[in-house]
């Protein structure tokens, strides 16, 4: 936080030193200075700037995907760094968080709070000296005057102007002050913003995406830049920051148009090259207002805990954001490859949950094997049997849609079943009964191709007394599982070690199966 009330023309710089003194030649080079090392005509630096207050949005996750991905297409810096001026909400577990999401996406960056980099320090709050010393460069140059307006009166003002039909902005009181007045009144201790003299004339953003977007300067009004606690606010801090980092493209959200107009002249008034600003489309739930807690999982970390994979994640944000032909199941190699910032969707999208869910059924299926026993494996209840564990992943694999299932799915084939009450006759106990010293004098555990070596076995035992697959195999799948469908029963067998899969015989043959549906004989379950 900047400390203290906003001090006159000229105190900032005497505060510290600006922090591009203190940088490697990567960042110096970028203002001028010697030692220059970055030509922006080539070196395409781009940052994700998420504020440590709550979780990674999973707009906010698909704006960082498209930087990364501009970054890795031209081969130039993707910089993390944190904004986090504001203290009060600010915390370190979400910068955490958000650091874990943007890992575990495969959003690896070149320079961050973490790894450092030669534009450091990458948190806000560590880069007040550099905020001081541009709104002291703006005083002197006329460029900012100080404001005493109380907080109510600004509030009034902005309820006249709303019930008025015009948008709120300042009057401008202050700007018409007497300089010698300023001077008393800030000698005196009165707290006072720091606010930006807007220019005349309209507002124009060469946006990549949209192409020319004019903002008429009435819409912006003379904003602060630097409250009266001395906290630098959003625009003024980003913009010094992209200035001091070298930052030459700026994706984000359409939402940061009006935004962007006054960053564009808080660029020129510091004189800094103006970074080639895209605004995407926004991410919408199914009722067209913005993606939210309210239409279901709306963080990464949500879908994270569900269990889904994060390249498909990846790999739907990329669809919704521009066409790739016939083409919908990508890895991150052929979204660096086709990535263009200018094919980027103008017209705001709508979640579609039920595509993602493809999705990440697509990936799962593309797994290798032992990547997937891995994943379902870990969302099994501790001490679950690895071979049981190995026999339901391939089991399920065909029909999972994300990981967060495995523990219910397993849960039906591991748990004690729930056997029909009305059991008390036992016209399959002599099938059940073979079956059980089949399986008595095997292994204690089988793998698939012995469990369905096994089944083989009895179907053909089946045949040869004229029992049909359905009337031969139903009983067994409700003596083992308590259910009419699940898995094939290869699978079945091998999730069962020998005395679970014994005791569950044995508690039917101690009833009967009189209870058990059958069909037309040939029917296989």
């Not at 309820?159 to 009057?171: E, I, N």
């Not at 910032?341 to 999208?349: A, D, G, K, M, Y």
């Not at 204690?444 to 012995?450: E, R, S």
């Amino acid at each position: 936080m900047l400390s203290g009330a906003l001090a006159p023309p000229g105190a900032f710089a005497s505060r510290g030193s600006r922090p591009d003194d203190r940088l490697e030649p990567i960042c110096r080079g970028i203002h001028g200075l010697q030692g220059a090392t970055i030509n922006l005509e080539s070196r395409v630096r781009v940052r994700f700037a998420p504020s440590p207050t709550g979780t990674l949005h999973i707009g906010s996750a698909r704006t960082a995907l498209f930087n990364f991905l501009c970054a890795r297409h031209a081969g130039g810096d993707f910089v993390l760094r944190i904004d986090d001026t504001d203290a009060a909400r600010s915390q370190d577990r979400h910068e955490g968080a958000i650091l874990a999401d943007l890992r575990w996406l495969g959003l690896d960056w070149d320079e961050g709070p973490d790894v450092g980099g030669p534009c450091a320090p990458y948190r806000q709050r560590e880069r007040l000296d550099g905020y001081r010393a541009a709104a002291d460069e703006l005083l002197v140059g006329g460029l900012a005057y100080p404001c005493f307006c109380p907080q109510e009166r600004l509030v009034e003002l902005r309820a006249a102007a709303l019930a008025a039909g015009r948008a709120p902005r300042y009057d401008g009181r202050c700007l018409g002050l007497a300089p010698r007045e300023v001077e008393r009144r800030l000698a005196g201790g009165e707290a006072a913003a720091l606010r930006f003299r807007i220019p005349r004339g309209d507002i124009v953003v060469d946006d990549l995406i949209r192409g020319p977007v004019v903002v008429g300067a009435d819409a912006v009004g003379d904003f602060i830049i630097v409250r009266s606690d001395g906290v630098a606010g959003y625009n003024f801090a980003t913009v010094v920051d992209d200035r001091d980092m070298g930052i030459t493209h700026v994706i984000r959200g359409d939402d940061h148009l009006t935004n962007t107009a006054r960053q564009v002249l808080l660029f020129r008034a510091l004189g800094a090259p103006v970074p080639g600003f895209a605004h995407h489309s926004m991410v919408l739930g199914t009722d067209g207002a913005k993606l939210s807690k309210r239409h279901g999982a709306a963080a990464v970390g949500d879908y994270r805990e569900r269990g889904y994979l994060p390249q498909a994640i990846v790999n739907y944000l990329a669809l919704l954001s521009w066409s790739h032909g016939d083409d919908e199941v990508l890895g991150m190699d052929r979204l660096v490859a086709d990535f263009e910032i200018e094919r980027l969707s103008l017209s705001p999208v709508m979640f579609d949950q039920a595509k993602l869910d493809w999705l990440d059924h697509e990936h799962i299926m593309a797994l290798p094997a032992e990547v997937h026993e891995r994943l379902f494996a870990e969302r099994l209840p501790a001490g679950t049997p690895p071979p049981a564990a190995a026999a339901l992943a391939a089991a399920f694999q065909s029909s999972l849609v994300a990981y967060g299932q495995a523990a219910a799915l397993a849960a039906a084939v591991l748990q004690p079943p729930a056997l029909p009450a009305a059991l008390t006759a036992a016209p399959a106990a002599a099938q059940l009964t073979w079956f059980r010293e089949q399986r008595a004098a095997a292994a204690a555990w089988l793998d698939p191709a012995a469990a369905n070596d096994l089944i083989a076995a009895y179907r053909a035992w089946g045949k040869e007394r004229g029992i049909g697959a359905r009337d031969l195999l139903m009983p067994l799948r409700i003596a083992l599982t308590g259910a009419e469908h699940g898995p094939v029963l290869p699978y079945v067998l091998a999730a069962l070690e020998r005395g679970d899969t014994l005791g569950r015989l044995d508690d039917v043959l101690a009833g009967s199966l009189a209870g058990v549906p059958t069909t037309t004989p040939g029917d296989t379950p």
